[in-house]
């Protein structure tokens, strides 16, 4: 039995591939065949509209490609719901973001708004497995898996009596809100985001995002208020809304709150008792310009936690003016020269990076340095060849250092190593380059490989003169 919806004239051949498409989840097949005149509400075998295959099956991608092409969200289909309806009720985020299409606000009724939002709603207050109980009758347990919904962000997909669910429906709750232009208080968004006290879980990452969406000083300071709450959590979802604020600051050369948090971030650390979260909060602070920057760092440079110690360096380089660096005071030459020894290569890496300017340091970095780049952990290795190849030293010794890696097992240490032999125009460099092998996807705009290009022109240069 197939659902009566009237033709409209598209092309069958088109429509029987583009449902071939969808089920094998092929996204630019899929947009290749509606530019060819697909209908973007083509049928499968049983009448089901393809866009409602791509939300059963979680691909995201398809049903975008199939939104984007003209595929009707909100068409109702002979059980009374609609592809929108059943994207909110698989609980996925993905797929209902892909799904929800343009203007939902004013395409839908207040009651098609309000039934969406009391589908989420209800799943979940109720809870996935509560709720797959509830509808198959199933007594026995669920099987839970962690799954990736979309690029960066995972979910629990839940499996019971034969059903199968995303639990996601906290983050299409807050996406519908935003959607439909309804604000809930801060402090329910941020409990949504804290149940699963995980950065990388669809709950987190929406309200994240939703709440630097509320550009408002009430909610601003509704959400750094929660850096004072004894659960980590809590002070840990502040410290990524503050990171995602800088990002959309950036991008939109809003700067309202920059001396706000900077201010806010150095009080915060001097009071964080979490070590990790004090990494964080420092890693955040650093670059904002505060006048107490260099005597904050100072204070944690004996701190027992590499974590802490690791940002030390960057806070102990200052800026005169915009891109330029001030001259270092003593004391932070001497904390420089002390984490240089640290027992933690990852701090002894930054504080050679961040030294290397200073002509009294640069000696001391690079004779660690050089003993680093002979490490046996490959990571440690790759890491200070990175930074002696970006270093002004122009001695046998570093030369020598950068040759001996160009057979390194890894590729971007001998990436590294060339690079560093091109800059210096050291003889060896040609050998270094052939030694790099082919790059792949990734390296289009990368400064190393450019090296390499500018160091034949000088070569080429020189030989012509």
């Not at 004090?278 to 440079?301: C, M, N, S, T």
């Not at 097992?409 to 560093?420: M, S």
């Not at 990734?442 to 080429?460: A, Q, Y």
């Amino acid at each position: 039995m197939t659902w009566g919806f009237p033709s409209r004239g598209w092309n069958t051949s088109a429509n029987h591939h583009l449902t071939t498409a969808v089920r094998a989840g092929d996204a630019d097949e899929v947009r290749a065949l509606l530019d060819r005149g697909a209908d973007p509400d083509a049928r499968d075998a049983g009448g089901l509209p393809v866009l409602c295959v791509a939300v059963a099956g979680y691909d995201a991608p398809v049903a975008e490609a199939l939104v984007e092409g003209g595929a009707d969200p909100d068409r109702v289909l002979p059980d009374g719901t609609t592809p929108l309806w059943r994207a909110v009720d698989g609980g996925s985020p993905a797929v209902f973001s892909a799904v929800l299409g343009d203007e939902p606000r004013l395409r839908l009724a207040e009651d098609a708004r309000e039934r969406l939002l009391g589908l989420a709603r209800k799943w979940y207050e109720t809870g996935a497995v509560e709720e797959l109980r509830r509808r198959t009758g199933a007594s026995g347990p669920a099987a839970t898996l962690r799954v990736m919904d979309d690029e960066y962000d995972h979910v629990d997909q839940v499996s019971l009596g034969g059903l199968v669910v995303r639990a996601g429906h906290g983050a299409i709750l807050t996406s519908l809100e935003w959607a439909f232009r309804i604000l809930p208080p801060v402090d329910e968004l941020v409990g949504r985001a804290v149940e699963q006290s995980d950065e990388n879980h669809v709950n987190w990452s929406t309200a994240c995002w939703i709440l630097t969406q509320r550009r408002s000083y009430e909610t601003w300071s509704a959400v750094v208020a929660h850096r004072h709450t004894p659960d980590p959590a809590h002070r840990r979802f502040v410290l990524d809304y503050l990171r995602s604020k800088s990002i959309v600051r950036f991008s939109s050369h809003d700067s309202y709150y920059e001396k706000k948090e900077t201010e806010l971030l150095a009080a915060w650390a001097a009071e964080e008792p979490d070590s990790e979260l004090l990494a964080k909060v420092l890693d955040l602070f650093i670059g904002g310009e505060h006048p107490d920057q260099e005597a904050i760092g100072l204070r944690y440079v004996g701190h027992p936690d590499p974590r802490v110690r690791r940002e030390v360096p960057y806070a102990l380089s200052t800026y005169a003016t915009y891109g330029t660096y001030a001259p270092l005071s003593p004391a932070a030459r001497a904390a420089l020269l002390t984490l240089t020894r640290d027992p933690d290569a990852d701090v002894r890496i930054a504080a050679c990076r961040e030294g290397l300017r200073d002509d009294e340091l640069l000696p001391e970095i690079i004779r660690v340095l050089l003993l680093m780049v002979e490490d046996p952990d490959a990571g440690t290795r790759g890491a200070a060849a990175s930074v002696l190849a970006a270093s002004r030293a122009r001695t046998p010794a570093v030369a020598d250092a950068l040759a001996a890696l160009i057979d390194d097992d890894e590729q971007l240490v001998r990436l590294d190593a060339a690079y560093g032999l091109a800059r210096r125009d050291d003889p060896r460099t040609e050998e270094a380059i052939e030694r790099v092998g082919t790059l792949g996807a990734g390296f289009e705009h990368d400064h190393r490989p450019h090296e390499f290009w500018r160091w034949r022109e000088r070569r080429d240069n020189a030989t012509a003169d």
